[in-house]
């Protein structure tokens, strides 16, 4: 596996090039979606960029867990053949200026809590999409509204490729794999199991009343692309832990 860090350094290549979107601290979440690109593709690129754009400036952007070393490891045993790591500078270099807004989509549920979010992710998703050129771009069903504004910014933008998303994958007690979910100290994780069990019972009411200790950002059923899920952000002491059930319609 090659590790590029300067967008120059990426190799020129044609057809069958897959592009996973990543901000690193790789768990078998990211490892299902290396997986899924390498099934499919000649090229796997992976990108690892924790992205400023897309936090607040009352976010976690100072800790976000970072260990690149272990990540290049893994993203190597998974199959990606180049993990392009660039600096926040050769992303965003001075004067920079230019921001994708998805409208609505953009603005309900984790916009509401996380206002430019999705700005700052359909920015950098243009970018990193602009600088590999994939025919298929690969995102998380745990994300559900960040792959339904990255479908948006495909079909509006005209961009030409494919995007896959991949089911949730979660821990043995139902905890959807988060990196995330790094900050939680045993007693918070067991608290944070309210979450999945709320969502598992596909039931708003049901849901609500199982998360009533938890802070509730939001609990809502949501339509994206024509498919129903029941999505909520909940904080668990300085935690803020997203996760979403499908509840009908095309299962990724
Ligand atoms: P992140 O590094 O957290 O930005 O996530 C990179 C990609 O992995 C996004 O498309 C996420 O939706 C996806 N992802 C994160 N967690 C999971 C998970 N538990 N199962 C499946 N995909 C995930």
Redesign the pocket.
């Known amino acids: 596996m090659r590790i590029a860090r300067a967008i120059a350094e990426l190799p020129a290549s044609e057809g069958g090039v897959g592009l ?11 490892l ?2 290396f997986a899924a690109a390498r099934e499919e593709n000649n090229l796997v690129v992976a990108s690892l960029f924790v992205n400023p754009a897309q936090f607040g400036p009352s976010e976690d952007l100072a800790r976000y867990p970072r260990d690149e070393k272990r990540d290049a490891q893994l993203a190597e045993q998974a199959g990606v053949d180049v993990l392009f790591a660039p600096s926040t500078e050769e992303m965003y270099p001075e004067g920079y200026a230019t921001w994708v807004d998805v409208g609505n989509l953009g603005r309900r549920l984790e916009g509401e809590f996380r206002p430019d979010h999705f700005r700052g992710v359909a920015t950098v998703c243009l970018k990193l999409f602009n600088i590999v050129r994939p025919d298929r771009a ?6 559900a509204q ?2 339904a504004v990255v479908k948006q910014l495909a079909r509006d933008l005209n961009l030409g490729l494919e995007i896959r998303v ?5 821990d043995e007690d139902g905890l ?5 979910n790094a900050y939680l100290s045993p007693e918070e994780r067991q608290s944070a199991l309210a979450l999945p069990r709320a969502l598992a019972t596909k039931n708003p009411e049901q849901a609500r009343d199982l998360l009533r200790n938890l802070e509730v950002d939001y609990l809502e059923e949501a339509n994206f692309n024509g498919q129903r899920v029941l999505a909520a952000a909940v904080r668990v002491g300085k935690t803020r832990l997203i996760d979403n059930v499908i509840l009908e319609g095309d299962k990724t």
């Open positions: 996973v979107p990543t901000m690193g601290a790789f768990h078998a979440g990211h299902a979606l690969y995102f998380g069903q745990k994300d960040q792959a991949v089911p949730t994958v979660r959807a794999l988060s990196s995330r």
